[in-house]
């Protein structure tokens, strides 16, 4: 199991994240958090837990 933190309002990338949370910034097509998704998943974690309190980020991440 993992628990992934996902905090921060994300103060240092201003003006970005006025648009947008940090987390669905695309990187090379796909947004930072599958990205950061995919590292744990290819190392064997199956069960990912995400820790957040903003609930678009949240759905965001179910439906990854």
């Known amino acids: 199991k993992l628990l992934l933190l996902c905090g921060g309002k ?3 990338l201003i003006p970005w994240t006025l648009l947008a949370r940090k ?5 090379r097509g796909r947004p930072i958090i599958e990205w950061i998704l995919d590292y744990p998943k290819y190392h064997g ?5 995400p820790v957040a309190s903003p609930k678009r980020l949240l759905r965001h991440i179910r439906t990854f």
């Open 45 to 49: 974690f199956e069960d990912i837990i």
């Open 10 to 12: 994300g103060t240092r």
């Open 23 to 27: 987390a669905t910034f695309p990187v």
